[in-house]
């Protein structure tokens, strides 16, 4: 009898829990689809406030973006990037594991954003890495480069030389 | 006869939570299939570039390279902006998919279904089929099977064997959403696939063979799980997965993936032990529950079955070893609680009165506090400080619909927090919340920056009115007119040298005096009789041997001038051409900054506004989630206050058996 009456008791809490849930879950659609309108909005909102600041910070005419992407087997092991700009350090990156490993699978990461005036430049980077057994890697490259009243983008591609099976830096200026 | 049945009663209900009637050990195999729609639609937000495909537009790279470093809505924003510039030349259809891709890592499902719907009309068919999959893995994640099977349906014949083996696991995962056991297991049996998923199609393998009544074969492909071999369902050979091989050899990457096997094998042999409990084949629960990780989440049932596993073979010693192991452990786990019964009943039937009844009250002495240090928690539990220190130690910094917490924050409220935590209901809102508060800091940092912006546009604007007080560019355009007509000149006279072929024209100044003398002497050796010849000879000789010169020189001396002309030519179109931007920066400049201004000026109300929805979102978000808080409370409050009459109620029996046992017969 008694065991009767707790069954009874605990199917009674069982559908009072299902309701209870039922409600919750109606709750939580309407507190998510509200999450969601924020979200797009918000989305859209940062777009056009980040070409604002770029358009802003970096006109165009000034402008100078430099890349760095990889495309080497993946046993070397990315640890830092630094560049210099006609002498003046503008950028020291050290990567993490995840970054480096999106580096190896196509990401191209935007290391510097500037302004430099039209004239000739000089672009000196030199990255740090690991390759197989441990052995250490340091590899500059220089680029002198014109900056006209266009935007000026150069890719920094650190790939690997069939000729000696080291990674080097490959320089490459975007239109 | 008291005695027995004073304690089966407890035995059995602790048999009826669990796993009576195959509930629980089911309930784990569905949460276990949760995990292979996370796992598969992580996969299907992934973009399908590889070192091996050089990324030809900078900014789909850049967009590229802030996803898999987990950044998704950076690299939302990104893809957002390559669209509005129009910088996606060459990847627009790849954009477009990854977009979709982090709508729905993003949680914004009716977006990502817009954007793969758009791209069913227009895109290539590896594109079409993989915009395809997307629609149906997010109809299923919905429930809405129909349509995920329509979409399915319009993926193409051709596909490559990642698609297929994808598209079959989520069939099979429909089939047996619908009962249609036979189909998926005829699906699973077949398929072939990556390592990857191979875990996954194995255990839905298992759990449509347990479903649909077999029973045995369903446990056989579970306990290859728990046994950590891994097979295509339709390979014959067995293997490791990739990932654990690279973990197995030590990677560090795979750590991660490695423990979501882990887990996966930890719960199939979790479930494995608990049908075998139900069968009453304890040697075999045993067996499955011994497998199950001590550093698994799900170690305290797998020890708590264990221990009944033992009790059904009459080892009361090792069930008490199995139990005893709980007994520090956290007190709000059903587990360690029903263990803290279990002990004494385990010391009763070893006729250990005395020592069952000392655990009896320990038993009760632990649910009173719990139930104490519960209520206490719960009157403190203040909405929004409550959440704040449950993402006080959360610093990853970025939205997402894959993020879960993790760890909690270290405190004397930690316990509760973890139990909280573990809830799926409550996740999804923190996640909400944390998304919200994410969204709030980045509106606040714009609204910061906009100052900031509205100070550049105004220094910007002060140094043109200065600058352009000092009348830059003026007389320029005179100047730049006369090097005009000059550099004109100069191409006419170089023009006309080449036609002429005159080599003299591009001598130098020490050979034009050489050319000069020689011509007056021709001149003076003209008025003289023949007794000039020997000196007309001479000159002769002289004169053709400088033409030589000249003539050997005027290639390079021709192609030099030509060089000089075209330098100042492009020198001079530069100079033009920053006249006409100088002229037009006067023009265009104060309508520029006014445009900035305007801009800045829309954009204040809109952070405003989204910022009160914001505060709005955060507030509600902190009432459902102390409300599901306050309900969970509530049910751990109310299985402590059974647990304790039950301990009391043992405890009294106890006292009861060891009186009549002082008695005497």
Redesign the interface.
């Given at each position: 009898m008694k065991?009767k009456k707790l069954s009874v008791c605990l199917t009674a809490?069982g559908c009072l829990a299902m309701v209870?849930h039922a409600e919750?879950?109606t709750?939580?659609t309407n507190?998510?689809g509200?999450?969601?309108?924020?979200?797009?909005?918000?989305?859209?909102?940062?777009?056009?406030?980040?070409?604002?600041?770029e358009?802003?910070?970096f006109p165009a005419?000034t402008q100078v973006?430099v890349?760095v992407?990889?495309?080497?087997g993946e046993y070397f092991a990315l640890d830092s990037v630094e560049l210099k700009l006609n002498g003046k350090k503008v950028s020291s990156y050290l990567y993490?594991?995840?970054?480096a490993?999106?580096?190896?699978?196509?990401?191209?990461?935007?290391l510097f954003v500037g302004n430099l005036k039209a004239g000739d430049h000089e672009l000196v980077a030199v990255f740090t890495g690991m390759g197989p057994n441990n052995r250490e890697y340091r590899r500059g490259a220089t680029l002198e480069f014109e900056k006209t009243?266009s935007p000026k983008?150069v890719?920094l591609k650190i790939e690997d030389q069939t000729r000696n099976m080291q990674p080097e830096f490959a320089v490459r200026e975007?239109d | 006869m008291r005695h027995s049945s004073l304690h089966l009663p407890l035995r059995d209900r602790s048999r009826h939570r669990l796993y009576s009637k195959g509930a629980e050990w089911l309930k784990w195999i569905k949460l276990c299939s949760l995990l292979v729609l996370g796992f598969v639609l992580l996969i299907a937000a992934s973009p399908n570039v590889t070192a091996a495909e050089p990324v030809k537009d900078l900014s789909y790279g850049d967009a590229l390279f802030e996803f898999y470093r987990g950044d998704y809505f950076g690299s939302a924003t990104k893809l957002l902006v390559a669209k509005q510039q129009q910088t996606l030349e060459h990847h627009r259809d790849d954009a477009e998919l990854l977009l979709g891709g982090l709508y729905l890592s993003y949680g914004q499902q009716d977006q990502a279904a817009t954007v793969f719907e758009a791209l069913l009309d227009k895109a290539e068919p590896n594109v079409r089929d993989r915009a395809w999959l997307y629609l149906a893995e997010i109809a299923w994640q919905r429930g809405n099977n129909v349509r995920a099977k329509m979409a399915l349906d319009g993926m193409g014949d051709k596909l490559d064997d990642e698609f297929v083996a994808r598209k079959q696991l989520l069939e099979s995962r429909i089939a047996i959403d619908e009962e249609r056991f036979d189909d998926a297991i005829t699906l699973l049996e077949e398929w072939q696939g990556g390592d990857q998923l191979a875990a996954y199609a194995q255990f839905n393998l298992g759990v449509a063979m347990v479903r649909h009544g077999n029973v045995d074969e369903g446990s056989r492909q579970l306990a290859r799980i728990g046994k950590g071999k891994i097979r295509p369902p339709g390979s014959s050979i067995f293997r490791l997965p990739e990932r654990w091989r690279f973990w197995s050899a030590g990677s560090r990457k795979s750590v991660e993936k490695h423990s979501e096997h882990q887990a996966l094998q930890d719960k199939a042999n979790l479930a494995l032990g608990f049908a075998q409990l139900q069968k009453e084949n304890a040697a075999q629960a045993g067996e499955y529950l011994r497998r199950v990780s001590s550093a698994s989440a799900l170690n305290s049932k797998a020890r708590l079955g264990a221990g009944w596993a033992a009790v059904e073979l009459g080892n009361y010693t090792t069930a008490l070893g199995h139990w005893n192991r709980l007994k520090g452990e956290d007190r709000l786990d059903p587990a360690v609680q029903e263990a803290l019964l279990a002990i004494p009943f385990a010391h009763r039937r070893l006729g250990k009165d005395q020592q069952a009844i000392s655990e009896y009250h320990q038993a009760i002495s632990q649910f009173e506090s719990e139930i104490e240090h519960l209520n206490s928690f719960q009157q403190s539990l203040d909405h929004g400080d409550f959440l704040n220190a449950l993402l006080a130690d959360d610093t990853a910094g970025k939205v997402g619909w894959f993020w879960r917490l993790k760890t909690v924050p270290d405190s004397p409220q930690s316990r509760y927090l973890y139990h909280l935590v573990a809830d799926h209901a409550f996740q999804e809102g923190l996640k909400n919340y944390r998304d919200v508060l994410y969204l709030k800091e980045n509106l606040l940092e714009w609204k910061n920056n906009l100052g900031a912006f509205h100070t550049i546009v105004n220094a910007q604007r002060d140094r043109y009115t200065e600058q352009m007080n000092r009348q830059p560019g003026e007389g320029l355009d005179g100047q730049l007119q006369t090097l005009t007509a000059r550099v004109a000149s100069a191409r006419t006279e170089l023009n006309r040298i080449q036609r002429a072929n005159d080599v003299v024209a591009l001598a130098t100044e020490e050979e034009m005096t050489t050319w000069a003398r020689l011509k007056a002497v021709e001149q003076k050796l003209a008025g003289l009789d023949s007794r000039a010849d020997e000196a007309r000879r001479k000159h002769a000789f002289l004169k053709g041997v400088m033409q030589w010169n000249l003539s050997q020189a005027y290639p390079a001396r021709a192609w030099e001038k030509t060089k000089q002309i075209r330098a100042l030519e492009e020198q001079l179109s530069l100079g033009q051409e920053r006249l006409a931007r100088l002229d037009l920066a006067k023009t265009l400049s104060p309508e520029r900054f006014d445009g900035f201004d305007r801009r800045i000026e829309l954009a204040v109300p809109r952070i405003d506004h989204l910022l009160t929805q914001a505060d709005r979102a955060l507030g509600a978000h902190q009432a459902y989630l102390a409300g599901l808080a306050g309900e969970q409370f509530d049910a751990h409050r109310q299985r402590l206050t059974a647990y304790l009459t039950e301990a009391q109620f043992a405890l009294a029996s106890a006292y009861d058996q060891s009186a009549l046992a002082q008695e005497g017969p």
């Open positions: 065991t809490i209870a919750e879950r709750s939580f507190l998510d509200e999450v969601q309108n924020l979200k797009k909005e918000l989305m859209s909102l940062n777009r056009d406030l980040f070409i604002l600041e358009e802003l910070l005419n973006s890349f992407s990889m495309d080497v993490t594991e995840r970054e490993e999106a580096l190896l699978r196509g990401g191209v990461q935007r009243l983008f890719e975007w | -």
